[in-house]
Structure formats: structure tokens, C-alpha cells
């Protein structure tokens, strides 16, 4: 072989490898694109003072109950991920909810609805391995509040490594209600980070981002 085409070989070769180089660098950078974080919204007035000794994940039934809770049941699962899209171990999250007729077990809650001896109400439960979370509970109500009709939500205090973010998870089926409720509405555009969505009969899926893990 001619030393020219030697030269042109490794030039060729070289060319590649930087090419190559620069595709892969490219990549990192656009897997590497922030995520847009969960937005905060108020802790609201019925984070629970008193509390079941029951905490686990499944909200529609109680130990020595005969009865499971009343209402539509729902399985939620999702993930705790960083803006940078890695999944966050170990985060704690605690919840807590209105039963299915639109009331809280909260010495504050006035509503006239009836409460459900059989739904838990709260849970604290810790992302897994890869952040992922489940959740089963009962469809949530909307209910009339001093600052409005309340669209069906679900509250949120999420702890991860340096993180804390206090919110409130919205229904993609509820969408017309959720487009009613001042709350939902003073996030504006943000507001679709806070809504898990319909995957199949009583499955939501919801991924959770937190600014630092």
C-alpha cells in the first residue's frame, strides 16, 4: 500500500472516531436535559393530625375490618426521578386523601358527608430500588371548599436525599374539573406535571421529579 493512502486511512480513521466521539457526546448531552420539576402546592388544611396505626400502601383496607373501604378502587404507580432523570432510592412519601365522599378524617373537615370507618386515609411508604412507587386507594371525591369546588386530588409530601416537595396529584380523566379549580388553575401551564394519567380501568401512572433527589 501507497504511504498516501496509509495517510488518508488514518486521517479517515481518525475523522471517524472524532465523529463518533462528538454523536456520543451529543447524546449524553440531550440525556442529560434537565426535567422540568413537579411544581409545590400548599400542604392544605387536612394534613392528618391523628392518624390509623395502619401506614402501608393499600388505603382500602384496615387490619380487623371486615369491610373494605367504600368507593371506586384505584392502583397508582410512578417513580421518584431527579431533573436529571435518575431514579431517587429510598425516598419517603407520605399521603393522604378525602374518602369517596368527599370528606377527610380531620377534626377541621365541616363537611357533612359521611366518614368511612374502613379507608385508611394516609400512607408513608419509601421509593424502591429504581424509585418506583405503588399505591391502591379509593377514586377521591371533589367537594366544595371556602375557596371553591375542589377537583379530585390526592396530597403529596415527598422527601427525597435534599429535596422536599409538598403537592397535590390530579386525574387526567377529571380533566373538566380540574380546568375549575382555582388551585389547579394558579399553576397555569405547569399544571400537566401534577396529573397522572388514565392507563387502563383504575390504573394511574404518575412520575414524581424532584430539583435535586
Given amino acids: ?22 454523536v456520543l457526546a451529543s447524546g ?14 400548599t400542604i392544605g388544611p387536612f394534613y ?10 393499600d388505603l382500602t383496607r384496615i387490619k380487623g375490618h ?12 410512578g417513580r421518584i426521578l431527579d431533573r436529571y432523570g435518575n431514579p431517587v432510592r429510598g425516598a419517603r412519601l407520605e399521603l393522604w386523601q378525602c374518602n369517596s365522599h368527599g370528606r377527610y378524617a380531620h377534626p377541621n373537615d365541616v363537611a357533612t358527608t359521611p366518614l368511612d370507618p374502613d379507608f385508611q386515609g394516609y400512607a408513608a411508604i419509601a421509593s424502591g430500588r429504581n424509585g418506583e412507587w405503588r399505591l391502591t386507594t379509593i377514586k377521591p371525591a ?3 371548599s371556602p375557596i371553591g369546588r375542589r377537583t379530585p386530588h390526592i396530597h403529596f409530601d415527598v422527601s427525597g436525599k435534599s429535596h422536599r416537595l409538598i403537592t397535590q396529584m390530579y386525574f387526567s380523566d377529571e380533566d373538566p374539573s380540574n380546568q375549575t379549580d382555582g388551585l389547579y388553575k394558579e399553576m397555569g401551564s ?4 401534577t396529573v397522572a394519567r388514565a392507563d387502563g380501568i383504575g390504573r394511574y401512572t404518575w412520575d414524581i421529579v424532584l430539583m435535586d433527589g
Fill in 48 to 57: 392528618p393530625v391523628q392518624r390509623l396505626s395502619e401506614i402501608d400502601a
Fill in 1 to 22: 500500500m501507497r504511504d498516501d493512502h496509509r495517510i488518508l486511512s488514518r486521517r479517515a480513521f481518525a475523522g471517524g472516531a472524532i465523529a463518533t466521539a462528538t
Fill in 190 to 193: 405547569t399544571a400537566v406535571r
Fill in 66 to 77: 371486615r369491610n373494605r373501604a367504600q368507593g371506586t378502587v384505584i392502583e397508582v404507580t
Fill in 142 to 144: 371533589g367537594y366544595d
Fill in 28 to 41: 449524553r448531552a440531550l440525556a442529560a436535559e434537565p426535567l422540568a420539576p413537579t411544581p409545590s402546592q
